[in-house]
């Protein structure tokens, strides 16, 4: 009985990348193996996952589904088991070191991709061929005086989230049957089955407007008081609420009301527009004091419904640990950058990874959890997923007699970024700057 205790805290303090990680898993790893393509696009099967409708594979857990079904709308879904809907998804060991400072280094006997000077100065020299105006002469031939590492751990913390919230919609009812509450109970906005409408784990965004069955009721339009018509806002406008006055009789513009039209030479006509009145009658209710309801189109009645806004997104929180050698390149490089994962863990609520052999990293992790962006209260958490990916940063720094700038090769897609490159606006010109500068 004391030895299956100390086995279940062993492999709970296992680290999720070692130099062991090719031996068999343990025993308890075959649970969590069901959730192991959960939320990936390139899934096709999930293991655990009920069968959805139709041929559509339904993309959540039995847990998730119980969650997000919950009965009562004003508590929060309970925590699945702490093991279940865990995904550690180890990519493989590290091959690059950490430059210095505590760096993660998994492995040793896997080799380093190391640029040298010809790939550095090509990729310089292929970056500034794609800026306009800018003199390749540093390029080509200043001297490369220092190659640094530099790499950076990138920290993302993915919370998947569900938010429902009711509106009310209304349209003019003429007449025929409606979906009231005769058919059926209303159901409340959690209570509503869209296994149907469920997107993928961690899609950026989407969302949907749902009819809740037999939320359907006809109530008087409060525009018109159910009459169909209210007072005309033109002929009755300074009236009471309720009260209109028909007859509204407006001056005629063309003979201001006289009923005659006057002429140069002293002669008068009947006003065609009046037809010799004077008066014109009001010509947006032709005088009756009344215009037709625009809300309920005339009927006097209107039939609301209740329509679900349920919306899915993905709250992201991102953090960089960068050397001090990397600390002028903006984060959003190295997001965008490719790298390699360290830790790709998914579950219900995520906790800070766990590295045997490096603290810095296991510091790192907990402030990524720490920044966990908060959730709406009229949401539902349905999975995190926390990872943490190195980014292989080379600083490369170029002089020439008393001047020198900096620019770094950024990840496996070797991006080049630079800020201060020395020839930014060239016409053309570089050689006679040169030539002038002797």
């Known amino acids: 009985m004391g030895a299956e205790p100390e086995r279940d805290g062993e492999e709970q303090r296992r680290p999720f990348l070692s130099s062991s990680s090719s031996s068999s898993p343990p025993a308890s790893a075959a649970a969590e193996q069901q959730y192991q393509f959960l939320g990936h696009s390139s899934s096709s099967v999930l293991r655990g996952a009920p069968a959805p409708l139709g041929d559509r594979v339904y993309p ?228 009756r004091g009344l215009v037709t309801c625009n809300t309920c189109t005339g009927y006097g009645s209107l039939l609301a419904q209740s329509i679900a806004h349920v919306r899915w997104k993905t709250l992201s929180a991102r953090k960089v640990s960068a050397t001090r050698g990397a600390a002028s390149v903006p984060e959003e490089v190295f997001h965008r950058a490719k790298g390699v994962q360290l830790c790709n863990i998914q579950a219900y609520q995520c906790t800070p990874a766990f590295f045997a052999d490096s603290y810095p990293l296991n510091q790192f992790s907990s402030e990524v959890i720490t920044s966990r962006l908060p959730v709406p209260p009229s949401a539902r958490v349905i999975s995190e997923r926390h990872i943490i990916s190195v980014v292989p940063v080379t600083r490369v720094t170029m002089a020439h007699r008393k001047q020198s700038f900096s620019f770094y090769v950024v990840g496996y897609s070797r991006d080049v970024f630079i800020r201060d490159y020395p020839s930014k606006s060239c016409w053309g010109l570089c050689c006679c700057f040169e030539w002038l500068g002797k």
């Open 60 to 287: 959540y857990p039995p847990s998730i589904h119980s969650a997000v079904l919950s009965p009562s709308a004003s508590h929060a879904p309970s925590s699945p088991h702490p093991n279940e809907g865990l995904a550690i998804v180890p990519q493989g060991l590290y091959p690059y070191g950490g430059g210095g400072g505590g760096g993660y280094q998994p492995s040793e006997s896997v080799a380093r991709d190391v640029l040298d000077e010809v790939e550095i100065r090509q990729l310089l020299i292929d970056h500034v061929g794609h800026r306009c105006f800018w003199g390749s002469r540093p390029a080509l031939m200043w001297n490369i005086t220092s190659i640094e590492d530099c790499n950076v751990y990138v920290g993302t913390l993915e919370t998947f989230i569900e938010e429902r919230d009711i509106v009310t919609k209304k349209e003019p009812y003429e007449s025929g049957k409606i979906d009231g509450r005769d058919k059926g109970p209303v159901l409340g906005v959690w209570e509503l089955d869209l296994r149907s409408e469920f997107p993928q784990l961690f899609l950026p965004e989407k969302e949907v407007m749902v009819k809740i069955p037999h939320s359907e009721v006809i109530e008087k339009c409060s525009d018109c008081e159910g009459r169909g018509e209210k007072p005309c806002p033109t002929c009755n406008a300074g009236q009471e609420h309720g009260f209109y006055k028909a007859n509204q009789m407006t001056r005629c513009s063309a003979c201001h009301g006289r009923g005659l039209l006057a002429h140069q030479d002293g002669s008068d006509s009947v006003c065609g527009m009046c037809n010799g009145k004077g008066m014109l009658p009001c010509i947006a209710c032709g005088s």
